[in-house]
């Protein structure tokens, strides 16, 4: 599986979000959109919007998402 955390650096959703995969020991690659415009662009490109947290799981996209909804989303993938 592979997981792009698209961040923000200071979103209490995204926070939430590394958290839970963190602790879950799932790998993800975090893309933080602030500092690097292009994971923004990425971001846009994908889902539509800019918003923290999104994630592309596998091309599933989870757009400004919360961890209760990934943590569902991953335990219905499995």
Not at 12 to 20: A, F, I, N, S, T
Not at 31 to 47: N, V
Request: proline letters at 5%; hydrophobic letters at 30%; one cysteine or more.
């Amino acid at each position: 599986m592979t997981i792009i955390f698209y961040s923000k650096t200071g979103c209490p959703w995204g926070d939430e979000v590394r958290d839970l995969l963190t602790t879950k020991n799932i790998p993800f690659e975090e893309r933080e959109m602030i500092s690097h415009p292009e994971f923004m662009k990425e971001c846009i490109d994908k889902s539509g919007q800019s918003k923290c947290p999104t994630l592309d799981i596998d091309g599933f996209i989870l757009a400004d998402t919360d961890a209760k909804a990934v943590e569902e989303y991953l335990s219905n993938k499995n």
